[in-house]
Protein backbone atom coordinates (compact mmCIF):
# COMPACT_ATOMS: atom_id res chain seq x y z
CA UNK A 1 0.00 0.00 0.00
CA UNK A 2 1.28 3.87 -0.71
CA UNK A 3 2.80 5.44 2.10
CA UNK A 4 -0.15 8.25 1.33
CA UNK A 5 -3.32 5.79 1.66
CA UNK A 6 -1.29 3.83 4.53
CA UNK A 7 -1.85 7.57 6.33
CA UNK A 8 -4.78 8.81 4.85
CA UNK A 9 -7.13 5.79 5.96
CA UNK A 10 -6.40 5.76 9.68
CA UNK A 11 -6.96 9.53 9.65
CA UNK A 12 -9.96 10.00 8.35
CA UNK A 13 -11.68 6.79 10.40
CA UNK A 14 -10.72 8.52 13.16
CA UNK A 15 -11.18 12.46 12.28
CA UNK A 16 -14.69 11.09 10.74
CA UNK A 17 -15.69 9.38 14.19
CA UNK A 18 -14.71 12.22 16.26
CA UNK A 19 -16.63 15.05 14.51
CA UNK A 20 -19.71 12.65 14.28
CA UNK A 21 -19.57 11.82 18.02
CA UNK A 22 -19.86 15.96 18.71
CA UNK A 23 -22.14 16.23 16.20
CA UNK A 24 -24.56 13.73 17.58
CA UNK A 25 -24.05 14.94 21.27
CA UNK A 26 -24.67 18.33 19.34
CA UNK A 27 -28.03 17.20 18.41
CA UNK A 28 -29.23 15.65 21.61
CA UNK A 29 -28.50 18.07 23.28
CA UNK A 30 -30.26 21.01 21.07
CA UNK A 31 -33.83 20.85 19.79
CA UNK A 32 -34.87 18.53 17.30
CA UNK A 33 -35.05 18.83 13.49
CA UNK A 34 -39.06 19.82 12.39
CA UNK A 35 -41.13 16.58 12.28
CA UNK A 36 -41.45 16.95 8.14
CA UNK A 37 -37.69 16.89 8.26
CA UNK A 38 -37.73 13.97 10.78
CA UNK A 39 -40.22 12.01 8.68
CA UNK A 40 -37.35 12.00 5.94
CA UNK A 41 -34.87 11.54 8.13
CA UNK A 42 -33.44 8.27 6.53
CA UNK A 43 -33.55 9.06 3.11
CA UNK A 44 -31.70 12.24 3.87
CA UNK A 45 -29.14 10.30 6.26
CA UNK A 46 -28.42 7.86 2.99
CA UNK A 47 -28.13 11.26 0.81
CA UNK A 48 -25.74 12.79 2.56
CA UNK A 49 -24.05 9.89 3.82
CA UNK A 50 -23.25 8.89 0.29
CA UNK A 51 -22.00 12.46 -0.35
CA UNK A 52 -19.33 12.13 2.04
CA UNK A 53 -18.34 8.88 0.74
CA UNK A 54 -18.48 9.75 -2.78
CA UNK A 55 -16.27 12.47 -1.58
CA UNK A 56 -13.26 10.15 -0.38
CA UNK A 57 -13.19 8.31 -3.87
CA UNK A 58 -12.94 11.79 -5.57
CA UNK A 59 -10.11 12.09 -2.60
CA UNK A 60 -8.21 8.99 -2.93
CA UNK A 61 -8.57 9.16 -7.19
CA UNK A 62 -7.56 12.95 -6.95
CA UNK A 63 -4.54 11.83 -4.93
CA UNK A 64 -3.34 9.16 -7.39
CA UNK A 65 -3.77 11.47 -10.31
CA UNK A 66 -2.24 13.78 -8.94
CA UNK A 67 0.88 12.22 -8.26
CA UNK A 68 1.11 10.45 -11.14
CA UNK A 69 0.90 14.00 -13.30
CA UNK A 70 3.33 15.48 -10.92
CA UNK A 71 6.11 12.67 -12.50
CA UNK A 72 5.87 13.83 -15.67
CA UNK A 73 6.93 17.70 -15.32
CA UNK A 74 9.18 16.97 -12.06
CA UNK A 75 10.81 13.44 -12.98
CA UNK A 76 9.74 9.81 -11.85
CA UNK A 77 11.72 9.70 -8.92
CA UNK A 78 9.40 12.66 -7.49
CA UNK A 79 6.72 10.31 -6.98
CA UNK A 80 8.27 6.61 -7.93
CA UNK A 81 10.88 4.49 -6.64
CA UNK A 82 12.85 1.36 -8.35
CA UNK A 83 13.46 0.93 -11.96
CA UNK A 84 12.24 3.11 -14.46
CA UNK A 85 9.92 0.11 -15.79
CA UNK A 86 8.25 -0.88 -12.44
CA UNK A 87 7.95 2.73 -12.17
CA UNK A 88 6.18 3.39 -15.42
CA UNK A 89 3.32 0.31 -14.58
CA UNK A 90 3.23 2.07 -11.41
CA UNK A 91 2.62 5.33 -12.72
CA UNK A 92 0.31 3.57 -15.66
CA UNK A 93 -1.66 1.91 -12.58
CA UNK A 94 -1.97 5.28 -11.00
CA UNK A 95 -3.40 7.07 -13.82
CA UNK A 96 -5.92 3.82 -14.66
CA UNK A 97 -7.07 3.82 -10.98
CA UNK A 98 -7.10 7.29 -10.08
CA UNK A 99 -9.24 7.84 -13.35
CA UNK A 100 -11.61 5.66 -12.53
CA UNK A 101 -12.29 6.73 -8.93
CA UNK A 102 -12.65 10.39 -9.78
CA UNK A 103 -14.97 9.21 -12.43
CA UNK A 104 -16.98 7.18 -9.96
CA UNK A 105 -16.79 9.59 -7.21
CA UNK A 106 -17.82 12.55 -9.26
CA UNK A 107 -20.48 10.80 -10.70
CA UNK A 108 -22.49 9.27 -7.81
CA UNK A 109 -21.86 12.62 -6.13
CA UNK A 110 -23.45 14.33 -8.23
CA UNK A 111 -26.34 11.78 -8.10
CA UNK A 112 -26.64 12.30 -4.47
CA UNK A 113 -26.62 15.65 -4.50
CA UNK A 114 -29.60 16.18 -6.62
CA UNK A 115 -31.09 13.49 -4.51
CA UNK A 116 -29.96 15.24 -1.66
CA UNK A 117 -31.45 18.88 -3.05
CA UNK A 118 -34.98 16.88 -3.73
CA UNK A 119 -35.39 15.71 -0.51
CA UNK A 120 -34.38 18.85 1.13
CA UNK A 121 -35.22 22.29 0.17
CA UNK A 122 -33.02 24.94 0.75
CA UNK A 123 -34.99 26.62 3.24
CA UNK A 124 -35.76 23.18 5.51
CA UNK A 125 -31.59 22.77 5.02
CA UNK A 126 -31.41 25.97 7.81
CA UNK A 127 -32.93 23.71 10.33
CA UNK A 128 -31.16 20.57 9.21
CA UNK A 129 -29.11 19.19 11.60
CA UNK A 130 -27.53 16.09 8.70
CA UNK A 131 -26.50 19.01 7.01
CA UNK A 132 -24.46 20.86 9.60
CA UNK A 133 -23.45 17.71 10.38
CA UNK A 134 -21.97 16.63 7.71
CA UNK A 135 -20.87 19.98 6.78
CA UNK A 136 -18.36 19.74 10.26
CA UNK A 137 -17.73 16.38 9.68
CA UNK A 138 -16.15 17.00 5.75
CA UNK A 139 -14.66 20.47 7.35
CA UNK A 140 -13.00 18.45 10.02
CA UNK A 141 -11.59 15.73 7.69
CA UNK A 142 -10.74 17.40 5.13
CA UNK A 143 -8.99 20.36 7.39
CA UNK A 144 -7.51 17.42 9.62
CA UNK A 145 -5.87 15.72 6.44
CA UNK A 146 -4.31 19.46 5.33
CA UNK A 147 -3.22 19.62 8.80
CA UNK A 148 -1.37 17.30 8.77
CA UNK A 149 -0.45 15.75 5.08
CA UNK A 150 0.48 19.63 3.98
CA UNK A 151 3.76 19.97 6.68
CA UNK A 152 5.02 16.09 6.18
CA UNK A 153 5.18 16.82 1.98
CA UNK A 154 6.70 19.84 2.53
CA UNK A 155 9.12 18.14 4.84
CA UNK A 156 9.57 15.84 1.92
CA UNK A 157 10.42 17.98 -0.93
CA UNK A 158 12.77 19.71 1.22
CA UNK A 159 14.40 16.81 2.21
CA UNK A 160 14.04 15.61 -1.65
CA UNK A 161 15.65 18.86 -2.85
CA UNK A 162 17.89 19.76 -0.55
CA UNK A 163 19.44 16.89 1.48
CA UNK A 164 21.21 13.72 -0.08
CA UNK A 165 20.94 11.20 3.29
CA UNK A 166 17.68 9.98 2.38
CA UNK A 167 15.21 9.64 -1.29
CA UNK A 168 11.61 10.20 -0.35
CA UNK A 169 8.64 10.00 -2.43
CA UNK A 170 6.72 13.27 -1.72
CA UNK A 171 4.95 12.92 -4.94
CA UNK A 172 2.76 10.46 -3.22
CA UNK A 173 1.88 12.57 -0.13
CA UNK A 174 1.87 16.07 -2.10
CA UNK A 175 -0.85 14.44 -3.99
CA UNK A 176 -3.21 13.65 -1.50
CA UNK A 177 -2.21 17.05 0.50
CA UNK A 178 -3.27 19.34 -2.57
CA UNK A 179 -6.74 17.00 -2.79
CA UNK A 180 -7.68 17.68 0.72
CA UNK A 181 -6.80 21.30 1.01
CA UNK A 182 -8.79 22.06 -2.04
CA UNK A 183 -11.75 20.40 -0.62
CA UNK A 184 -11.31 21.93 2.65
CA UNK A 185 -11.30 25.11 0.97
CA UNK A 186 -14.60 23.94 -0.99
CA UNK A 187 -16.33 23.43 1.82
CA UNK A 188 -15.30 26.05 4.31
CA UNK A 189 -17.44 28.42 3.09
CA UNK A 190 -20.27 26.22 2.78
CA UNK A 191 -19.34 25.61 6.42
CA UNK A 192 -19.36 29.06 7.65
CA UNK A 193 -22.82 30.23 5.86
CA UNK A 194 -24.50 27.14 7.85
CA UNK A 195 -23.25 28.12 10.97
CA UNK A 196 -23.80 32.05 10.40
CA UNK A 197 -27.73 31.31 9.15
CA UNK A 198 -27.72 29.36 12.94
CA UNK A 199 -26.85 32.08 14.63
CA UNK A 200 -28.61 34.61 12.85
CA UNK A 201 -32.25 32.92 14.25
CA UNK A 202 -30.71 33.44 18.24
Known sequence: MDTGLSILFPLVVLLAFVSFL??????????????????????RFYAYAMLFI?????????????????????GMEFSYGGSSISSGRARLRDLLNGVTFVGTGALFFALHWVLRNRVESPEERRLSFLNKGYLMMSGVVYGGLSLVLIPMGLYQLIE???????????????????????????????????????????
Open 22 to 43: VAAIVYFRSEKEPDPLQRRFLL
Open 160 to 202: FYFFSWSRPVPGDIVGYALVALALWVWILPQLFKSLGLEKSED
Open 54 to 74: SSLILLIGGGLLLKAALSYPL
